[in-house]
């Protein structure tokens, strides 16, 4: 079922940004293309145009869409990433995109902020995808639980992590490395806005059942150790002022292997076409429950490291309501 009128040419608002997240650019260079030499020139996130101006122009869009409107907190970022990502129209106001648009990205990676800045949308009845994390605290997470759940409401979010083709062997079996029973994951950063980059890399190698999650460091040296029903341990650390992610290490009964990502544009395009397939099928790329559980994974780190390091079972964690 077709969540656009016409799915061959989708036309898509982008909502941004946040401090240190330049999304909005590279998201909409995928869509759009983009102003080589403004883009090299005036971006203020360096590694953005390095990896955009790798990349052949025969590849680098995602057919069949656009990004048509952009909105973002300050009218002079908007007007900015417009003219480097080629999008026609800068609008003062979120909700003046409604009527404009099929769909809405919502570039921002602020949890916190992303029930307000969906609500909207999500009221006119407008699909939706969320940057990560969907929400950091569990009052927000009850409320996409309804929307989506219960209302039925058109939304998605993930990190681009899931997507990493370097690990899309593992993702398939890890047959040969035996029965797992050590992860680790490094991730820059902040844990509320960067731990779901470590989460999301684990989920699809070991998939539902984690038990409980403890994270022993402090705001900015998030050491985080989650527990999975199939006896595996992950360690995240997660730690502002590290250089950004990190190698995957997966070990288990019978062998074991370190796995780096690197290409950071196949991981963002395949994030993006996902969302372009779930607006031409209206069938999810996955379950939200996949979400909820990261979502509480991301709400028992922050819990655990206010509360005195302690261990936080997933099974208290029921969505406010």
């Not at 102003?35 to 869009?61: Q, S, V, W």
């Not at 809405?104 to 609500?119: K, L, N, Y």
């Not at 490094?186 to 190698?205: C, D, F, Q, R, S």
Request: proline fraction near 6%; glycine fraction near 10%; charge should be neutral.
């Amino acid at each position: 079922m077709n969540l656009v009128k016409n799915p061959n040419k989708i036309r898509l608002g982008m909502i941004g940004m946040t401090e240190g997240n330049g999304h909005p650019y590279s998201w909409s260079a995928i869509f759009n293309g983009y102003n080589r030499d403004l883009m090299t020139a005036e971006c203020p996130f360096a590694g953005i145009p390095e990896y955009l101006n790798k990349e052949p122009a025969e590849t680098l869009r995602i057919n069949g869409a656009g990004v048509t409107h952009i909105y973002c907190d300050k009218r002079c970022d908007a007007e900015h990433v417009a003219g480097c990502s080629l999008i026609p129209q800068v609008v003062d106001k979120p909700e003046d995109m409604i009527g404009q648009v099929d769909a809405v990205i919502i570039g921002t990676d602020i949890g916190s902020q992303h029930v307000e800045r969906a609500r909207p949308f999500v009221e006119a009845g407008i699909p939706l995808f969320i940057d990560k994390p969907l929400c950091d605290n569990s009052a927000d997470l009850a409320t996409f639980k309804r929307w989506i759940e219960i209302e039925k409401r058109p939304v998605l979010s993930s990190s681009a992590m899931r997507y990493q083709k370097e690990l899309l062997p593992y993702r398939i079996s890890t047959h040969e490395l035996g029965a797992l029973r050590l992860i680790t994951a490094p991730m820059a950063k902040k844990w509320e806005t960067y731990g779901i980059h470590a989460l999301e890399t684990v989920y699809p190698l070991v998939g539902p059942g984690f038990v409980s999650v403890q994270n022993t460091g402090t705001k900015d040296r998030n050491i985080v150790h989650i527990t999975h029903k199939d006896g595996i341990d992950i360690v995240i650390g997660c730690i502002n002022g590290m250089a950004h992610g990190g190698a995957v290490s997966l070990n288990g009964t019978l062998g074991s292997v370190t796995v780096k990502g690197g290409d950071t544009f196949y991981a963002f395009k395949a994030q993006l076409q996902a969302f372009i397939d779930f607006l031409r099928s209206g069938e999810y790329p996955f379950p939200f429950s996949e979400t909820e559980e990261l979502m509480k994974l991301v709400i028992g780190g922050i819990i655990s490291r206010k509360e005195n390091n302690r261990k936080v079972i997933l099974a208290e964690l029921v969505p406010e309501r």
